[in-house]
């Protein structure tokens, strides 16, 4: 009888333990099920609409469940045209049809998200604006380009460093479906070299590549990687030429259009022959599924390292362009004694 008292006692310990656990699970499994709530910081590009629609409409044909776009700080820079002209409009439309939360400043955006996407168009902005959400740990994508200077590049990389939070930049073009076919191209042998074309469209407060240019860029290093040793440009009306020069000897060359001609393609060389990239659509699908991604696992799909590199690329290109056509080494963009690609 006694032994069966203690069962009893012990079954109904069990079952209030249960009763009292089972609200806690429940409410851990919902908080696990929301979405990652965004912020956005800098209204004055496009992007801000098209990823707010595929992150919030569900019958977006690029939407990306588990993020919701819930706050966004204006921002935007008077002496560029294209960010003056358009940081109203975009702002309306994110208050007023996506019911988006306008905030004052990037702290109180920061209070309340969970992740912040830097949109801002001005590469020039990018570091004063991402240093308050290192302060606040949030991991952070940051549009293209990546910072107006070499310099404010190397600062949010040693920043984010010593907060301990995760970054990444990329261009759209970097996960197009042509740059991932033929990345890893079949039936030429040995790849020899990568050509890519891209519009170069100027923006007169920043390196010539940095505006526009960093589109072809971004694809040239998403085939050839980091490691570039040193960057000719020349310019000839409204073409451009730049060709990079691999430690391991690999060149690869961007062509571009600053006016006319818009248009993004690829060429690649190898022993056996060559391929060209097909007319296919660029589309933002799969760069916002590498953001969710980044958000969720806090894991940079791209090393920050690289895309450092690719601002010191773009400022060498510059120089080169400004010393006639001769090659310019990245080290003296980055500093005597780097290792390139390391």
Known sequence: MIHRWLWVIRGSALLAAIALLLPLYCCSQAVSNAPIKVGIIGLDTSHVIVFTKALNDAADKDHVEGLRVVAAFKGGSPDVESSRSRADEFTAELRDKW??????????????????LLESVDGRTHLEQVEPVFAAHKPVFIDKPLAGSYKDAKEI???SKAAGVPWFTASSLRFWSETERLKNPKGIGRVLAFDVLGPTIREPHVPSLVN????????????????????????????????????DGRLGVVRGFSSGLYA??????????ILHSEEKPEGYGPLLVQIARFFKTRVAPIDPRESVEIIAFMEAADLSQARGGTAVPLSEI?????????
Request: glycine share 14%; proline share 3%.
């Open 99 to 116: 019911k988006i939360e306008i905030v004052g400043d990037i702290p109180t955006l920061c209070s309340k998200v969970d992740a912040v």
């Open 157 to 159: 990389a040693d920043l």
């Open 212 to 247: 526009y240019g960093v589109h072809a860029v971004e694809m040239l290093y998403q085939f050839m990687g980091p490691g570039c040793e040193s960057v000719s440009m020349q310019v000839s009306g409204n073409q451009d030429v730049v060709v990079g020069k691999w430690k």
């Open 264 to 273: 993004f393609s690829i060429t690649v060389y190898g022993e056996k022959g």
């Open 334 to 342: 980055m500093g005597a004694g780097v290792r390139l690609g390391s």
